[in-house]
C-alpha cells in the first residue's frame, strides 16, 4: 500500500471580507447570531461540516465560495453591519453600562478550572464553565475590566458515544489549537510563558489568550517541548487523571494563573476565585508579598481582602481535597519564601468540621478570601451551614457567607426570533437587562406571535433531534423501522406534541431518572395523555461516574421498551449547541435535583427566557424564581421533601401529578372560537409563557449578576485592599497583630450588664442598655455590644457605642439605646462581638459572646 498523504489547503481571504478573520477570531461569535449568520450565508455546507466553528470555516471554504461573497453587495452590507455592531461593542469609548464604578488602573482577575463559551471552544464539563463563560460576556457588556484565567486543555472534556446498549464510550481526541479561536498571549513581540516548579523540576507553560467581545481570558498550557512527557499531559484533560494530576492543574492554575497576568504586565486589583480549583492562587499572592519581606499572616490578610470566593457545591464530595503529605510534598520549595512552616501550610486547608485528614481546597479558598458567596438564596444558607464551622460562635444565618443568584447571558441562549423581536422593539435592550421595563417589554408580546416564534423555535430543535436520531440509529445498525418508532411522536405536528427537555450532566443528585420512579403510572400518563408527550434527555456522565453512566443506560433502555419508544429520546453528545436548541424550543424543561443539592441550575434559566416552562424541584436559582400571580405562573414547582425516607417516591409522584393535572391539561386547552387569528392557539399556555419571559429574564440575566459583583463585591474588594496596602500594609499589620491578640485574650473577656429598661414601658419612651466590658489584652474599643430583638417573627440587631473607656484597665462602658418604634412584645438577647476598621463583614472574625 502507498502512503497516502494529506494536504490542506487553506483559502485566501479577499481584501473585502478581511474583518471577517477578526470576526472567527473573537468569541463575540458565540452570542451574536449575526456573525455566525455570515458564515452560514458564505456556504452553508462548510458551516454544517465545521459545527459552529468559524476559524475551522475559514481554513475549510471553497476559494469560490469566499470569492462570490466578495462580489456580493447583499452580504458585504450584512458584513458591514456586523462588522460595525461588533466595534460598537468593543469600543473603548464605549458608555459603560456600569457606569464610573472602575477607574483606568483597575483590573479583576477571574479564576475558573473551565469556560464554557460556545461549543467550538470545548473546555468546559458543565454549568461552571458555562456560568463562567457568560460572566466573561456579561463583563464586555458592561464594561467590568476583568480578565479570565484558566487552563488550555488538550483534550477538552470528552466527546461522548453511546452505544446500542445504552453504555457511554468517552471519545478523547487532541484539539488542533490552530482549529480555535485562540492565539498565544504576547508580550513585547514574544510568547509569554510562566513557570512553575513541581518536585524536582520546573514546568514550563505557554499562555493563550482567547477573546470574548472587549474580555480577555488567558489558558495555561503545558503541553510545550520543554517539558518532560508527564508533564506535557498535566493540562491534557479536564477533570482527568488522578489526584496528584488533579494537584498538579491547581497549582498550575493557581500559581501559574498569578505569574501569567504578571508576566503581561497586569496587575489586578481585586481577584475572583470561582470554586476552589483556582484557590492556589492565594498562596502565591501571598508568597510575592512575603518575598517582599511583608511577614506571612499581614500578607494573608491583604490577599483576603481583595479576594472574592464563590462556591458552587453542596455536595460534601464535590469538594475538592488532597492529601496533606501531597500537598506538603508539592509545596515544599515554596514555605521558605512563604516564611511559614508544612503544618502552617496545612492548617490553610483544614476543615474545621471534619477530621482534619484532608487538605480541603474549600478551606484553603475561605481563609484566603474576605467575601465568599453561593449562587442562589437556597445554596447561600447550605453553603453558610457547611461552611460554619470557620465561624464558630456566630449564628449561621448572620455568618460572612452570603449570595449572588446566577444568572445566564441573554443574547446567548435567546432564540433568533426573540433576538430579533427585541432588537425592532428598543435596540439597546441589551444594556438595559436589569430593569423592570425589560420585562414589560416581553409581556406585551402578542399571543399569536409569541407562539409562532415560539414553534420556530420547536420546530428547529426537531429537526435537529431528529437529524442526530438518525446519525445515533445508522451507528447503531437499526433498520428502517425502529427510526420510524423513535420519531413517531417528532413526525407529528409541533404544535400538537409537548416536548418535555432534561439536559444537564449525569450526576446521580440531578436524578435524571426520577420520572421513571413509577413506569406503570408513567406508561398510562403517556397512552392516555390528549396531546402526545415526548420527553428528550441528553448529558454526559463523568468517565469515572459508574452510577451517573447507569442512569444512562437506564434511559436508553426504556427507551427502547415498545410503550416508551418515541416518547423517552435519548440524545448523544450533549454540549452548548444542543443546550442552546434545547433551552429554545422545549415546551417544557425538566429538574429533579435531591434538594438541597442544586447549587443553581442555570439551564431552566436558559429556558425561562426563551418562554419554556420550568418544571422543577423548589431547589437551587428556582426556589426564588417560582412566581405566581392570579392563576398565571412561569411554571410549576415540586415541593422538596428532603427529611423523608421514601422522598424520591414522593417528589416522583408530584411530578406525574403535576405533569397529569396541570401541565398536560394547559397544554392540551385551545381556543375554539374567537376571532380567526386565535383559534386554536393554547392561549393560557402562551399566557404562561409571556409571564415567564417578563418573570425571568430581567431577574436571572448575567448582567444583574455581573452588576452585583461588581457593584458590591469587586468594588468593596478593590477599596478594601487598598485601605490595608496603604504605608506599607500598616493596616493589614495591625489586623494581623488584632487577630492574634483575639485568640490569646478573648476567653478573658468579662461583660456586666449595667442597666436595662424597665420590663413595661410607655411607647416612645427612650431607652438604653448599658453594658461594662472587661477585657485584658484587647482595646476596649474593640469591642462592639449588640441587642438582638426579635419581635413577632422579625428579627433586627441594633448596634451599640462604647460612650466611656479606660485603656489601661481595659474597661469599657457601652450604650445601645432601643429605637423608638418598638411596639407589643420584644424579646431581646445582649451579646458582644470583637470589631476592627478593616472589617468587611461584622461578623468575620467569628467570635460573639452571648450573655
Ligand atoms: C447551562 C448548561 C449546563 C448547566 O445546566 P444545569 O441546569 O446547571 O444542570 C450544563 N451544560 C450545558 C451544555 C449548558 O449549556
Redesign the pocket.
Known amino acids: 500500500m502507498p502512503t497516502i498523504h494529506h494536504l490542506e489547503v487553506r483559502p485566501s481571504l479577499p481584501p473585502t471580507l478581511a474583518n471577517l478573520s477578526e470576526l472567527a477570531g473573537n468569541l463575540h461569535y458565540s452570542r451574536s447570531r449575526a456573525v455566525r449568520d455570515l458564515f452560514d450565508a458564505i456556504d452553508a455546507d462548510t458551516w454544517a461540516q465545521v459545527e459552529g466553528n468559524p476559524i475551522r470555516f475559514l481554513q475549510l471554504v471553497p476559494q469560490a465560495r469566499l470569492d462570490e461573497a466578495a462580489g456580493d453587495s447583499a452580504f458585504l452590507a450584512e458584513l458591514a453591519a456586523a462588522w460595525r455592531d461588533f466595534e460598537v461593542h468593543c469600543a473603548d469609548d464605549r458608555a459603560d453600562a456600569i457606569g464610573p464604578a472602575f477607574d483606568s488602573q483597575e483590573t479583576v482577575a477571574y479564576f475558573c478550572a473551565e469556560f464554557?463559551f460556545h461549543e467550538s471552544l470545548p473546555i468546559?464539563?458543565?454549568?461552571l464553565?458555562?456560568?463562567a463563560g457568560d460572566h466573561c460576556k456579561a463583563a464586555s457588556d458592561l464594561g467590568v475590566p476583568l480578565v479570565g484565567v484558566g487552563l488550555l486543555y488538550r483534550q477538552g472534556y470528552f466527546q461522548q458515544c453511546i452505544d446500542a446498549q445504552g453504555r457511554q464510550h468517552p471519545r478523547f481526541e487532541d484539539l488542533d489549537f490552530s482549529h480555535l479561536p485562540i492565539r498565544l498571549a504576547m508580550r513585547e513581540g514574544a510568547p509569554t510563558q510562566v513557570k512553575v516548579e513541581y518536585p524536582g523540576r520546573v514546568v514550563t507553560a505557554q499562555v493563550w489568550e482567547a477573546r470574548i467581545g472587549r474580555v480577555r481570558v488567558y489558558l495555561l498550557d503545558t503541553d510545550v517541548t520543554d517539558n518532560a512527557a508527564a508533564d506535557r499531559e498535566i493540562t491534557r484533560r479536564l477533570y482527568g487523571g488522578d489526584r496528584r494530576r488533579r494537584l498538579e492543574q491547581e497549582m498550575l492554575l493557581g500559581l501559574g494563573g498569578v505569574r501569567a497576568l504578571r508576566t503581561l504586565g497586569i496587575t489586578p486589583s481585586a481577584w475572583h476565585i470561582n470554586e476552589g480549583h483556582a484557590a492556589f492562587s492565594i498562596l502565591e499572592r501571598v508568597r510575592e508579598l512575603t518575598a517582599d519581606g511583608l511577614p506571612f499572616e499581614p500578607a494573608l490578610n491583604a490577599v483576603a481582602a481583595s479576594t472574592l470566593f464563590t462556591t458552587h457545591t453542596p455536595v460534601p464530595a464535590g469538594h475538592d481535597t488532597f492529601a496533606p503529605s501531597l500537598v506538603e510534598a508539592h509545596f515544599e520549595s515554596q514555605l521558605e519564601a512563604l516564611g511559614i512552616e508544612a503544618p502552617e501550610l496545612l492548617a490553610l486547608g483544614a476543615d474545621p468540621a471534619h477530621d482534619g485528614k484532608h487538605f480541603n481546597m474549600t478551606a484553603l479558598a475561605l481563609r484566603g478570601s474576605r467575601q465568599h458567596n453561593g449562587v442562589s438564596r437556597v445554596h447561600g444558607e447550605v453553603a453558610a451551614q457547611m461552611s460554619q464551622a470557620f465561624w464558630p460562635e456566630v449564628p449561621t444565618e448572620e455568618n460572612p457567607l452570603s449570595h449572588v443568584t446566577n444568572g445566564?447571558h441573554v443574547e446567548t441562549?435567546l432564540n433568533r426570533d426573540l433576538t430579533r423581536l427585541f432588537d425592532a422593539t428598543r435596540r439597546d435592550w441589551r444594556d438595559h437587562l436589569h430593569e423592570a421595563a425589560i420585562g414589560e417589554m416581553a409581556g406585551k408580546i402578542e399571543a399569536g406571535r409569541l407562539w409562532s416564534m415560539h414553534l420556530s423555535a420547536k420546530t428547529h430543535l426537531v429537526s435537529d433531534l431528529k437529524a442526530r436520531l438518525q446519525r445515533q440509529s445508522e451507528r447503531f445498525g437499526e433498520g428502517h423501522v425502529r427510526l420510524k418508532q423513535r420519531c413517531r411522536v417528532l413526525d407529528k405536528p409541533v404544535d400538537e406534541f409537548l416536548m418535555v427537555g432534561f439536559?444537564?450532566?449525569f450526576a446521580t443528585y440531578?436524578r435524571a431518572t426520577l420520572l421513571f420512579r413509577d413506569r406503570e403510572r408513567l406508561a398510562r400518563l403517556i397512552e392516555t395523555s390528549p396531546r402526545p408527550v415526548v420527553f428528550v434527555f441528553a448529558?454526559k456522565a463523568h468517565p469515572a461516574d459508574e452510577p451517573g453512566q447507569a442512569l444512562l443506560q437506564t434511559i436508553h433502555e426504556l427507551s427502547l421498551e415498545q410503550r416508551f419508544a418515541g416518547h423517552v429520546l435519548l440524545i448523544e453528545g450533549?454540549?452548548?449547541g444542543?443546550?442552546?436548541r434545547l433551552?429554545a424550543g422545549s415546551d417544557v424543561w425538566l429538574?429533579t435535583p435531591e434538594f438541597p443539592m442544586?447549587?443553581?441550575?442555570?439551564?431552566?434559566?436558559?429556558a425561562g427566557i426563551n418562554g419554556v416552562l420550568n418544571l422543577s424541584v423548589a431547589d437551587?436559582w428556582w426556589a426564588e424564581g417560582h412566581d405566581h400571580q392570579q392563576g398565571v405562573a412561569n411554571g410549576w414547582s415540586i415541593a422538596p421533601t428532603p427529611e423523608a425516607t421514601d422522598r424520591d417516591d414522593r417528589e416522583a409522584n408530584d411530578l406525574l401529578t403535576l405533569l397529569e393535572t396541570e401541565v398536560i391539561p394547559l397544554f392540551d386547552r385551545r381556543e375554539a372560537a374567537g376571532g380567526s387569528d386565535t383559534k386554536g392557539l393554547p392561549s393560557d399556555w402562551i399566557a404562561w409563557q409571556r409571564h415567564a419571559i417578563a418573570t425571568i429574564l430581567p431577574r436571572f440575566n448575567a448582567s444583574r449578576m455581573v452588576r452585583d459583583y461588581a457593584e458590591h463585591h469587586y468594588r468593596r474588594a478593590i477599596d478594601a485592599h487598598r485601605l490595608l496596602a496603604q504605608d506599607d500594609y500598616r493596616a493589614a499589620r495591625e489586623r494581623a497583630d488584632f487577630e492574634r491578640d483575639l485568640v490569646t485574650h478573648w476567653g478573658g473577656v468579662g461583660v456586666k450588664v449595667l442597666r436595662t429598661p424597665e420590663s413595661i414601658m410607655d411607647q416612645g419612651e427612650s431607652l438604653s442598655i448599658e453594658i461594662e466590658t472587661t477585657s485584658p489584652g484587647l482595646p476596649p474599643h474593640s469591642l462592639r455590644c449588640e441587642a438582638v430583638l426579635s419581635e413577632g417573627g422579625s428579627r433586627r440587631v441594633v448596634v451599640g457605642e462604647l460612650v466611656e473607656s479606660l485603656d489601661g484597665q481595659a474597661w469599657g462602658r457601652h450604650r445601645i439605646a432601643l429605637p423608638a418604634d418598638l411596639a407589643g412584645e420584644v424579646d431581646y438577647r445582649l451579646r458582644v462581638v470583637p470589631t476592627h476598621e478593616t472589617l468587611l463583614h461584622p461578623y468575620e472574625l467569628g467570635r460573639m459572646l452571648w450573655l
Open positions: 464554557g468546559y464539563s458543565g454549568g464553565g458555562i456560568l445566564v441562549f439536559a444537564r450532566r440531578k448529558g450533549y454540549d452548548m444542543l443546550a442552546r433551552v429538574n442544586e447549587a443553581s441550575g442555570t439551564s431552566g434559566q436558559k437551587g
